[in-house]
């Protein structure tokens, strides 16, 4: 099962995006915190980790009109 990304963790999930040439501003963690709040969203993003080490961003929100 997973957890709520914690705002701790918000460094590793800014360092993950801002390394992946993918990434877009609505990528990051303040983004992901700012759309959940202001669309009344529920948060579902997780981190993908690899032998101890945090490697990976999944951002994903469920908007309130999909619910």
Known sequence: ?????????????DRIVRSSPDSWLFHTFAEQVLLEEAWKGAA???LFEWRGKLVGACPLQRWRWDM
């Open 1 to 13: 099962a997973g957890e709520e990304i914690s705002r701790d963790l918000a460094g590793e999930w």
């Open 44 to 46: 579902m993003s997780f």
